[in-house]
């Protein structure tokens, strides 16, 4: 079992910046990939940015050198920079972590962000 517990969440006007973390912890070594996802009310959960073991990352386009996605393997925690913020990136965050060993999923329980003048 891998546990996240996800925080940094809030209110911010536009332009701001908001930064999210994601503490993983249980059996940390069956971590592949960590990424954040969101979810806009009426909207599919989409991929915001992942980072893989090895370090690569890949965004959505709607967050390209906006957003930075990081991950401190002595801490096993992954962080999401969010910057230039819009208020269409308003959502509920979700960190994921893809697992090996056997192939599986663990989600956080999400934090909201949202975006507002």
């Known amino acids: 079992q891998v546990q996240l517990v996800e925080s940094g969440g809030g209110l911010v006007q536009p332009g701001g910046s908001l930064r999210l973390s994601c503490a993983a912890s249980?059996?940390?070594?069956?971590?592949?990939?960590m990424g954040w996802y969101r979810q806009a009310p009426g909207k599919q959960r989409e991929l915001v940015a992942a980072?893989?073991?090895?370090?690569?990352?890949n965004y959505a386009d709607s967050v390209k050198g906006r957003f930075t996605i990081s991950r401190d393997t002595g801490e096993n925690t992954a962080y999401l920079q969010m910057n230039s913020l819009k208020p269409e990136d308003t959502a509920v965050y979700y960190c994921?972590?893809?697992?090996?060993?056997?192939?599986?999923?663990?989600w956080g329980q999400g934090t909201q962000v949202t975006v507002s003048s």
């Open positions: 994921n972590a893809r697992l090996v060993a056997p192939i599986g999923d663990s």
């Open positions: 980072v893989i073991r090895g370090g690569s990352t």
């Open positions: 249980g059996n940390i070594f069956r971590i592949y990939t």
